[in-house]
């Protein structure tokens, strides 16, 4: 090893090498030291709604199944045939009693009358003839993630059997998480996706993607001319209005964010969609009737923030989901997933619709803008001699104070980047290969 985390991360001093983003060697590293180990997104459980449906999904480079088991349990398998590799689903979704392989036809199945565990063996061809029945089927099933979690619709999963739980992973991220995936309080029918996932993929590090979304306030000049065109729903800027906008950063969990923080005593309700009056007359009731439920415990809270490593999630208009999956050092496979009220009416269904299209994923104006920075950032810092200089992170040094009502959160205000120097010193930890005793904190409660 050439180089060691500390080198390449100085947190105190607010630096980051650029290897961090282009070597081939640190982003190997990376798959093994983070995407093994973390907690990450795979998918919602609206992808897979009946027996047998799946959707293949990636963790860190590997392709896995998310699937729904003829018992209606959620499985997720690696999309691997245990003979010679061969990818079992080829297709990105679809419905499988088995997982039959398309090379010489071993078979797989998830049903728990039929198997003990999913994923087990349990058909190959020539099994008595040319394999005289001596092959052991039980030990050759398809590998399964070491633990799996449902949260609130979305599919969460680790290799890792001795992570801690999700939502310990999560702390107090949990509150954000929350607001993006209950949006309507009580609403019987949840959260559903608006069409499938947008995936495309782009010239850059899969980190720029996801610090970017880590409370990067300060990049608002890049978006100056969609702010000029007006895209909002309101019928200017890109957005509607978020008031008390701060950033938050989850110090010793590398999780953070730009949104409201929980002790605002005042609240008021900002219009969204005021250029559409049955949606924003929605959006109101909604905000009224969580108000209520609440009853002054929380506060709404709108935000758009990073949980590590890869994963983003908007609570408010857009509300999405976006993974940045990482292929190579300079490669990204992006995900971009909109999410809408079940049971809303379907005016507003298409009013979200025609907003998200229009302000992210490939063709959206803001992404747009975004991807241009993040590809030429990645492809101006592999020169020879750019690769050798650090980025830096200085914004705020020293100014963070601990945020009331969150365990492990400080803010230092509006525009900052200390959520992003405790998301690389966060990656450190994991890099130098900490065990989860000296990953996870512990909090006085
Ligand atoms: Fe799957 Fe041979 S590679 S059966």
């Known amino acids: 090893r050439k180089w060691s985390p500390q080198q390449l991360v100085d947190a105190e001093q607010g630096t980051v090498s650029r290897e961090v983003y282009v070597n081939q060697d640190i982003f190997q590293e990376e798959l093994?030291?983070?995407?093994?180990?973390?907690?990450?997104?795979?998918g919602h459980e609206s992808m897979v709604p009946n027996p047998d449906d799946y959707f293949v999904s990636r963790m860190g480079n590997d392709s896995v199944i998310l699937t729904r088991d003829r018992q209606g349990q959620l499985q997720v398998l690696l999309n691997?045939?245990?003979?010679?590799?061969?990818r079992l689903c080829r297709?990105?979704?679809?419905?499988n009693r088995t997982f039959t392989c398309p090379y010489h036809g071993w078979s797989y199945s998830t049903d728990g009358k039929l198997v003990e565990r999913a994923g087990e063996l349990v058909g190959v061809p020539g099994f008595k003839t040319h394999y005289y029945?001596?092959?052991d089927k039980k030990n050759w099933g398809l590998k399964s993630v070491a633990k799996l979690v449902n949260y609130k619709g979305t599919i969460w999963a680790t290799w890792d059997e001795n992570a801690p739980s999700f939502e310990e992973y999560l702390g107090d991220m949990k509150l954000y998480?929350?607001?993006?995936?209950?949006?309507?309080d009580g609403s019987p029918g949840g959260s559903e996706m608006i069409g499938g996932v947008q995936k495309w993929r782009i010239p850059c590090n899969w980190k720029t993607a996801a610090e970017n979304f880590n409370a990067d306030l300060y990049h608002d000049i890049s978006h100056r001319s969609v702010d000029v065109v007006g895209i909002g729903p309101g019928g200017?800027?890109?957005?509607?209005?978020?008031?008390?906008?701060?950033?938050?950063?989850?110090?010793?969990?590398?999780?953070?964010?730009?949104g409201r923080a929980p002790y605002y005593e005042e609240n008021p309700y900002t219009p969204i969609f005021a250029n559409y009056p049955e949606v924003e007359q929605y959006y109101r009731k909604v905000y009224e009737e969580?108000?209520?439920?609440?009853?002054?415990?929380?506060r709404v809270l709108h935000s758009v923030g990073t949980i590590f490593p890869n994963m983003a999630v908007h609570g408010r208009q857009p509300r999405t989901i976006a993974v940045f999956h990482p292929v190579s050092a300079t490669e990204t496979e992006m995900w971009r997933i909109y999410l809408v009220d079940k049971d809303a009416p379907q005016e507003v269904k298409d009013a979200a619709r025609a907003y998200y299209l229009r302000y992210s994923g490939p063709g959206g104006m803001t992404e747009s803008d975004d991807m241009e920075n993040w590809c030429y950032a990645t492809e101006s810092s592999t020169g020879t001699i750019a690769?050798?200089?650090?980025?830096?992170?200085?914004m705020g040094i020293g100014h963070a104070k601990p945020v009331p009502g969150l365990r492990g959160a400080v803010t230092t205000g509006e525009f900052t980047e200390e959520n992003n120097r405790n998301y690389y010193a966060r990656w450190a930890q994991f890099m130098e290969g900490r065990s989860w005793d000296e990953l996870m904190p512990t909090y006085d409660e």
């Open 133 to 135: 029945g001596e092959l």
């Open 32 to 42: 093994e030291r983070i995407f093994s180990r973390a907690w990450l997104f795979v």
């Open 80 to 86: 691997s045939c245990l003979h010679r590799g061969m």
């Open 177 to 184: 998480l929350d607001f993006a995936l209950d949006h309507r």
């Open 236 to 258: 200017k800027g890109r957005r509607d209005p978020t008031p008390h906008r701060v950033s938050i950063s989850f110090k010793d969990l590398g999780h953070g964010l730009v």
């Open 91 to 95: 297709y990105d979704q679809g419905n």
């Open 387 to 394: 690769r050798t200089l650090h980025y830096n992170y200085q």
């Open 290 to 298: 969580r108000e209520k439920n609440l009853a002054g415990t929380m």
